[in-house]
């Protein structure tokens, strides 16, 4: 569902509901709040996927939007392939959306921490992975989030 959302542009980005300062990506607040911006191009963004299960170098696709970046990520994959950079997407996705909101509807002042994205990322990469895949065989980095925050259920 997370795919088809961000793919479909109808997330209430900044670009489309906010005025003013409100434009700004909330994570960064060096550029306007689109989904191409907020799961790509943004420094968390792409630094979440540097470090994520399937680690990629996203400014490096030579793509343009968000289903051009999808579809250059399952171009001459396998199936099985395809299968964890789809579950992978949707769990950076989710996860970035969800610290998005976080930072936006917090009381006080959280600066984004790349290591409880990328802990969220993980657990839900693991979750959503087929038991008999390949790919939840694989290690999970040992990165705990810090103690005194806690990563809300969704
Ligand atoms: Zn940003």
Avoid at 27 to 56: G, M
């Amino acid at each position: 569902m997370m795919l088809w959302r961000v793919c479909a542009n109808s997330l209430p980005t900044g670009d489309k509901f906010g005025s003013g300062s409100e434009t700004l990506c909330p994570l960064c607040k060096s550029d306007t709040e689109t989904p191409w911006h907020l799961f790509v191009k943004c420094p968390f963004a792409s630094a979440l996927w540097f470090a994520s299960p399937l680690p990629l170098r996203v400014n490096a696709l030579p793509c343009v939007d968000m289903v051009d970046f999808i579809s250059d990520l399952c171009n001459n994959t396998n199936p099985e392939m395809r299968t964890s950079i789809l579950i992978c997407a949707a769990a950076t996705f989710e996860t970035i959306w969800n610290y998005k909101n976080q930072v936006i509807h917090s009381p006080s002042d959280i600066q984004p921490c790349i290591n409880r994205a990328l802990f969220s990322v993980f657990n839900r990469f693991h979750e959503m992975t087929p038991k008999d895949s390949s790919c939840s065989r694989m290690a999970t980095p040992s990165i705990e989030p810090p103690p005194s925050l806690s990563i809300p259920t969704v």
